[in-house]
């Protein structure tokens, strides 16, 4: 107890007021050599950002340092290409494909650290790798191994790599015995080699009709995961969605898939699954029913407690249009708006969306809005949800009295948020330095 009188009698000698932690946009440079780069994933505190031109170059992205490109030397002429989430968690590792040859063609893999880079050989019968996603450890790929040829693809087995192997696995479909199986589509994965994506459908046709969300353990049989609502495709009602992305321990996948909705019908909206493959939806835009709006989700943090993704109105409209991003704490809010409120940027003139990002930590999003090819304009925009804020203890977004409380119970409990003055140790001048840190502000 007595540090709990050596911290009332400072905290009774300093004026705390409640302010709320801030919010920050910025539009990053994101031009080299008079390049215009895309943006990609970012790590885990949204400080680094991969950054691209598709088959010419890769490189990162950092606030102070701009883009600093990487090399691969085995690359035919230096063509290196991406991959979603191809940023390892900690900023420090880059996976993707580089050309090998064009004549005969032929694509690798590359892992890429400062220390080096390691290669990996695509083996026989494929030439190619199409890399849907990358583990946040950077260990695991996911896609499709393909053989190409004057038509098409002559093989295109959906595939996970663990990159410790000399060889991708391929994917079981449900059932291999059916006479037009399920074709496994791939389009995330776990630290532990959980991947999950969705089952390719058909009804009585050629052609794929229609998915079902799906994850695989590593190496066993896909489970097909729950939907809230049933589509319909040729008179038969069947489930439908897809899992856009997974938290690295696998515990909460997100994507989207139908939707029964209160006034009869359905419409394919956001959803999320935890662990026991229990599906949530993430609701409507500001909580609102809305029947013609369609949702997805494409991105998570760590801990599922942030999703981003891509909404539209009408629901029927071709591209989607905005931007949304969900918490537990305000549901499913348009981050057009969300930004409108933070900086003054209005960025609804745009007709339709890229790809969005958000850091591991939930505290960074990353986008690109874009206009028709008759007006090709495109924004690219880094926004930070909240800033990092040492002194916001319990994480609430706001600099209060309750984070004294919280930071007396991170120091008896050893909690790491205790250490204030980032001496990797939880002591007693650490109270010290959360007073300087409240009063600084975030």
């Not at 880059?94 to 590359?110: A, M, R």
């Not at 030439?127 to 190409?148: C, E, K, M, P």
Request: net charge negative.
């Amino acid at each position: 107890m007595q540090l709990r009188s050596f911290v009332v009698c400072a905290f009774a000698s300093t004026a705390f007021a409640t302010h709320a932690v801030g919010q920050r946009y910025i539009e990053p440079d994101l031009t080299l050599d008079g390049a215009t780069y895309g943006l990609g994933p970012l790590n885990h505190d949204g400080s680094v950002m991969l950054v691209g031109r598709f088959s010419v170059d890769l490189g990162m992205w950092t606030e102070a340092g701009g883009i600093e490109l990487i090399s691969v030397p085995q690359a035919f002429e230096g063509k290196v290409i991406g991959a979603r989430n191809g940023l390892s968690s900690d900023g420090s590792t880059i996976v993707g494909t580089y050309v090998v040859s064009l004549d005969p063609f032929e694509i690798g893999v590359f892992v890429w650290s400062p220390s080096g880079v390691t290669t990996h050989t695509i083996p026989a019968p494929y030439d190619n790798f199409q890399i849907n996603w990358v583990s946040s450890n950077s260990r695991y790929i996911v896609g499709r191994a393909t053989l190409t040829g004057t038509a098409g693809y002559l093989i295109n087995d959906p595939s996970i790599w663990d990159l410790q192997q000399t060889a991708p696995s391929l994917l079981p479909p449900a059932d291999p015995a059916a006479s037009t199986p399920d074709r496994p589509m791939p389009n995330t994965v776990s630290n532990n080699g959980t991947a999950a994506g969705y089952l390719e459908r058909r009804n009585d046709s050629p052609y794929f009709l229609y998915g079902a969300p799906a994850l695989w353990a590593f190496g066993q049989s896909p489970e097909e995961l729950p939907v809230l609502g049933v589509d319909e495709t040729d008179g038969v009602e069947h489930v439908s969605g897809s899992v856009g992305a997974i938290t690295p321990d696998g515990s909460w996948l997100v994507g989207g898939g139908a939707i029964d909705l209160p006034n009869g019908g359905s419409r394919s909206g956001a959803l999320r699954w935890n662990e026991q493959g229990n599906a949530e939806s993430l609701g409507y835009v500001d909580g609102v029913f809305n029947d013609d709006q369609t949702s997805t989700a494409l991105g998570v943090s760590d801990d599922g407690s942030v999703i981003v993704g891509r909404f539209r109105q009408p629901a029927f409209r071709g591209d989607y249009r905005q931007y949304f991003v969900w918490t537990e704490q305000d549901g499913m809010r348009d981050l057009t708006d969300i930004i409108r409120d933070a900086a003054g940027v209005e960025l609804d003139e745009y007709s339709g969306v890229h790809d969005i990002f958000v850091s591991g930590d939930g505290r960074v999003i990353a986008g690109t809005v874009f206009n028709s090819d008759l007006d090709p304009r495109t924004r690219s925009f880094v926004f930070e949800l909240s800033t990092s804020c040492p002194a916001d203890v319990n994480g609430d977004g706001q600099l209060s009295p309750n984070d004294f409380n919280a930071w007396i119970l991170a120091y008896n409990s050893s909690n790491p948020v205790c250490d204030q003055n980032g001496d990797g140790e939880c002591r007693q001048n650490d109270f010290n330095a959360w007073i300087l840190n409240f009063n600084a502000g975030c």
